[in-house]
């Protein structure tokens, strides 16, 4: 037996490194080995914060005659859905068309040429729920290829000749337009659920995309109604047990509709979106909520996820050991009344009615997870602050969920672009330096000589997979928020080699249309390519986004034109499915409005009337404003250049569609410069 995952960089991979399975990562070997040998090979993909994935891996990849069985008749492939996004995404479509529903830990068996001819995602150790038994299913697959290898190969080729035949859907020839957006709008409302925030039922999801969707679209057109979804949606969350009400930061989603009961990991992509949905909420309204909530998550992102390199780690685990050594989806942050009481004496009423926590309990076995339910009374803010400040003192006694450590770049990119706007808005020069500290990190480590990007590192050492769309995409919406806060021209340079690489090596030159990988990635049986926004925006999105802020700043049009063409997809699904494309329809919001183009010139960083107009322009909502301040006349940025003083005082330069305002000097005219339609 020989595991070959012990010098892998994904944690994931690391949790099995130890197990009696032969693991092979993915790889042309493993492939080699199963044509050689004539066996299928096992396909297991999953995450490190994947509950469901652990108890599959304690149940029967830590079982020794599990282990043997595959070892005899399989080549085990395992894959870190996080580190190959490619792998995973073709895979999985593969297994919806098959079964009508994925999920992970996903197990696929295929043949030594990749091709995959049965699928399913958990399966347990002995038949249950009408399920068949893991051992069941490899029994069954093994005697299907010894005896009937010709029915399996015929299975597998016409598997993957669907799959080649399933298009994309057509995207329209054009961006859309005010009417598309109304209808997207129209079928949000629909769908939106008015007692409780957000949309759908159970589960529910944190709708990030959509709010900043939302949040565009009242900027641009005033419409109350997009502001009150949003509004009422954030204040929903923010007061549900999704939210961490005493550390900081959101769960992945809730399993009901109230947002009380999360599942409990907590994801880098989820808190970076979030951390700016509130930040841009409270620009929109001065809503002392959203502000909490936009600094307690950036402060949750730099006390539990950064790295001591600098980057952000991918996730936090939702099990950790409850005390007695089990593991226990939930135990670093559900309490009983009991602990209250153990922990904060006289206090633990006044706990127990401002977090919610009952006898019965709100989650398993009497115990509650934190919410604020009142909605009304009066509490000391004072005695409040201290019981929440020993709370968590109490909960960091307690044993820790595990934290993968591994650095994506484009999580990372999404938390630069949160923690420097929200850095910028709230006067925390600390969350810019953190923010600066993971771009260097994503150029020292992610990026070579030529501008490529690596998915992944792990304590300062690269990855082995290439980047995907969605990393150059996030990458470089990450680099152009630092460039408009901090005003340093390089971060727009790097925003813009890694866009190059999107336009020669991502689009489709005849449509317009975007790969998730590119055209010398390394060939599956089929190039992904999705433009749905699911839990992060797709890469399609992301970089049809960057794309229009880096023409923005520099008028180069045939970005422009790219994110144009790209957004054509927008147009065909953002009436019919608005909800699985936010991200595309607030890039669509900020085309139509411009974006604006905004150039702040004064005589240096320390001036205070410079200061002035550079935080409005910062501060304004206007849907993808791209913001540029330096002294007169600057190279740092293509939007100084020919800006001048006005009468020997700063100034404030508004652009869009070709078009330019008079400059301005006074910050209340460059507020209604930038709120103006």
């Given at each position: 037996?020989?595991?070959?995952?012990?010098?892998?960089?994904?944690?994931?991979?690391?949790?099995?490194?130890?197990?009696?399975?032969?693991?092979?990562?993915?790889?042309?070997?493993?492939?080699?080995?199963?044509?050689?040998?004539?066996?299928?090979?096992?396909?297991?993909?999953?995450?490190?914060?994947?509950?469901?994935?652990?108890?599959?891996?304690?149940?029967?990849?830590?079982?020794?005659?599990?282990?043997?069985?595959?070892?005899?008749?399989?080549?085990?492939?395992?894959?870190?859905?996080?580190?190959?996004?490619?792998?995973?995404?073709?895979?999985?479509?593969?297994?919806?068309?098959?079964?009508?529903?994925?999920?992970?830990?996903?197990?696929?068996?295929?043949?030594?040429?990749?091709?995959?001819?049965?699928?399913?995602?958990?399966?347990?150790?002995?038949?249950?729920?009408?399920?068949?038994?893991?051992?069941?299913?490899?029994?069954?697959?093994?005697?299907?290829?010894?005896?009937?290898?010709?029915?399996?190969?015929?299975?597998?080729?016409?598997?993957?000749?669907?799959?080649?035949?399933?298009?994309?859907?057509?995207?329209?020839?054009?961006?859309?337009?005010?009417?598309?957006?109304?209808?997207?709008?129209?079928?949000?409302?629909?769908?939106?659920?008015?007692?409780?925030?957000?949309?759908?039922?159970?589960?529910?999801?944190?709708?990030?995309?959509?709010?900043?969707?939302?949040?565009?679209?009242?900027?641009?057109?005033?419409?109350?109604?997009?502001?009150?979804?949003?509004?009422?949606?954030?204040?929903?969350?923010?007061?549900?047990?999704?939210?961490?009400?005493?550390?900081?930061?959101?769960?992945r989603y809730s399993v009901d509709r109230d947002w009380v009961v999360p599942h409990f990991e907590k994801m880098l992509y989820d808190n970076a979106l979030l951390c700016r949905v509130y930040a841009h909420l409270w620009r929109a309204t001065g809503s002392d909520l959203a502000r909490r909530v936009a600094l307690e998550t950036a402060d949750f992102l730099v006390r539990d996820l950064r790295t001591p390199e600098g980057g952000f780690a991918s996730a936090l685990d939702a099990d950790s050991d409850d005390g007695t050594?089990?593991?226990?989806?939930?135990?670093?942050?559900?309490?009983?009344?009991?602990?209250?009481?153990?922990?904060?004496?006289?206090?633990?009423?006044?706990?127990?009615?401002?977090?919610?926590?009952?006898?019965?309990?709100?989650?398993?076995?009497?115990?509650?997870?934190?919410?604020?339910?009142?909605?009304?009374?009066?509490?000391?803010?004072?005695?409040?602050?201290?019981?929440?400040?020993?709370?968590?003192?109490?909960?960091?006694?307690?044993?820790?969920?595990?934290?993968?450590?591994?650095?994506?770049?484009?999580?990372?990119?999404?938390?630069?672009?949160?923690?420097?706007?929200?850095?910028?808005?709230?006067?925390?020069?600390?969350?810019?330096?953190?923010?600066?500290?993971?771009?260097?990190?994503?150029?020292?480590?992610?990026?070579?000589?030529?501008?490529?990007?690596?998915?992944?590192?792990?304590?300062?050492?690269?990855?082995?997979?290439?980047?995907?769309?969605?990393?150059?995409?996030?990458?470089?919406?990450?680099?152009?928020?630092?460039?408009?806060?901090?005003?340093?021209?390089?971060?727009?340079?790097?925003?813009?080699?890694?866009?190059?690489?999107?336009?020669?090596?991502?689009?489709?030159?005849?449509?317009?249309?975007?790969?998730?990988?590119?055209?010398?990635?390394?060939?599956?049986?089929?190039?992904?390519?999705?433009?749905?926004?699911?839990?992060?925006?797709?890469?399609?999105?992301?970089?049809?986004?960057?794309?229009?802020?880096?023409?923005?700043?520099?008028?180069?049009?045939?970005?422009?034109?790219?994110?144009?063409?790209?957004?054509?997809?927008?147009?065909?699904?953002?009436?019919?499915?608005?909800?699985?494309?936010?991200?595309?329809?607030?890039?669509?919001?900020?085309?139509?409005?411009?974006?604006?183009?905004?150039?702040?010139?004064?005589?240096?960083?320390?001036?205070?009337?410079?200061?002035?107009?550079?935080?409005?322009?910062?501060?304004?909502?206007?849907?993808?404003?791209?913001?540029?301040?330096?002294?007169?006349?600057?190279?740092?940025?293509?939007?100084?250049?020919?800006?001048?003083?006005?009468?020997?005082?700063?100034?404030?330069?508004?652009?869009?569609?070709?078009?330019?305002?008079?400059?301005?000097?006074?910050?209340?005219?460059?507020?209604?410069?930038?709120?103006?339609?």
């Amino acid at each position: 037996m020989r595991n070959r995952l012990a010098h892998e960089t994904s944690p994931y991979l690391l949790q099995h490194a130890d197990n009696p399975v032969d693991w092979w990562p993915w790889s042309a070997e493993a492939f080699a080995e199963a044509r050689r040998t004539n066996r299928p090979v096992l396909l297991s993909v999953g995450y490190s914060s994947c509950h469901w994935c652990h108890v599959m891996a304690h149940e029967s990849f830590e079982d020794r005659a599990t282990a043997d069985y595959l070892n005899e008749h399989f080549v085990s492939v395992k894959v870190d859905r996080e580190e190959r996004p490619d792998v995973d995404a073709v895979y999985m479509e593969a297994v919806q068309a098959a079964t009508g529903h994925g999920g992970w830990p996903m197990t696929v068996f295929l043949t030594p040429d990749a091709e995959p001819f049965y699928f399913g995602t958990y399966f347990p150790p002995a038949p249950r729920h009408g399920m068949p038994s893991f051992r069941q299913v490899l029994e069954g697959v093994q005697q299907a290829w010894t005896t009937r290898h010709d029915e399996v190969s015929e299975v597998a080729g016409k598997i993957v000749r669907d799959l080649a035949q399933r298009e994309i859907v057509r995207q329209a020839a054009e961006a859309p337009g005010e009417q598309e957006l109304a209808q997207a709008l129209l079928g949000l409302t629909r769908e939106y659920d008015p007692q409780r925030g957000g949309f759908g039922g159970a589960p529910k999801f944190p709708p990030s995309m959509v709010l900043e969707f939302l949040l565009r679209h009242h900027a641009r057109t005033g419409a109350e109604g997009a502001l009150q979804m949003a509004a009422d949606t954030c204040e929903r969350m923010a007061r549900g047990g999704i939210y961490d009400q005493l550390g900081g930061g959101f769960a992945r989603y809730s399993v009901d509709r109230d947002w009380v009961v999360p599942h409990f990991e907590k994801m880098l992509y989820d808190n970076a979106l979030l951390c700016r949905v509130y930040a841009h909420l409270w620009r929109a309204t001065g809503s002392d909520l959203a502000r909490r909530v936009a600094l307690e998550t950036a402060d949750f992102l730099v006390r539990d996820l950064r790295t001591p390199e600098g980057g952000f780690a991918s996730a936090l685990d939702a099990d950790s050991d409850d005390g007695t050594g089990r593991h226990v989806e939930g135990a670093y942050y559900v309490w009983t009344p009991g602990e209250l009481r153990d922990v904060l004496g006289d206090d633990a009423a006044l706990a127990a009615q401002y977090f919610g926590v009952t006898e019965e309990g709100t989650f398993e076995h009497g115990r509650s997870v934190l919410q604020l339910p009142q909605t009304e009374g009066v509490f000391d803010a004072e005695k409040v602050a201290s019981v929440r400040r020993r709370l968590l003192d109490a909960r960091a006694l307690r044993p820790a969920p595990g934290r993968d450590d591994k650095v994506v770049a484009a999580w990372n990119g999404l938390a630069v672009a949160a923690l420097a706007e929200t850095g910028a808005y709230f006067g925390r020069p600390d969350l810019v330096e953190a923010a600066v500290g993971a771009a260097d990190l994503l150029v020292r480590v992610h990026l070579d000589e030529h501008a490529r990007l690596a998915r992944t590192s792990k304590d300062g050492r690269v990855g082995p997979n290439a980047g995907v769309l969605e990393d150059y995409g996030d990458v470089a919406e990450g680099f152009l928020a630092l460039a408009s806060v901090t005003g340093e021209g390089v971060w727009l340079e790097f925003a813009g080699l890694l866009l190059d690489h999107v336009l020669d090596r991502f689009a489709d030159p005849e449509t317009g249309a975007l790969f998730d990988t590119a055209s010398d990635a390394e060939r599956l049986i089929r190039r992904p390519q999705d433009p749905t926004d699911n839990a992060a925006p797709s890469g399609w999105t992301a970089a049809a986004g960057a794309l229009l802020s880096y023409a923005a700043h520099t008028g180069s049009e045939p970005h422009r034109a790219a994110a144009e063409r790209a957004l054509g997809v927008v147009k065909t699904l953002g009436p019919r499915v608005p909800r699985f494309i936010g991200w595309g329809l607030a890039v669509a919001e900020a085309l139509l409005d411009g974006p604006r183009e905004v150039a702040v010139v004064g005589p240096g960083p320390d001036d205070e009337r410079t200061a002035a107009l550079y935080r409005t322009a910062l501060l304004g909502a206007a849907p993808g404003a791209v913001v540029a301040c330096g002294i007169p006349d600057s190279d740092e940025f293509p939007l100084l250049a020919g800006r001048t003083l006005v009468d020997g005082a700063p100034a404030a330069y508004v652009c869009r569609g070709f078009v330019c305002d008079l400059p301005v000097t006074d910050p209340q005219a460059l507020r209604t410069r930038l709120t103006a339609s």
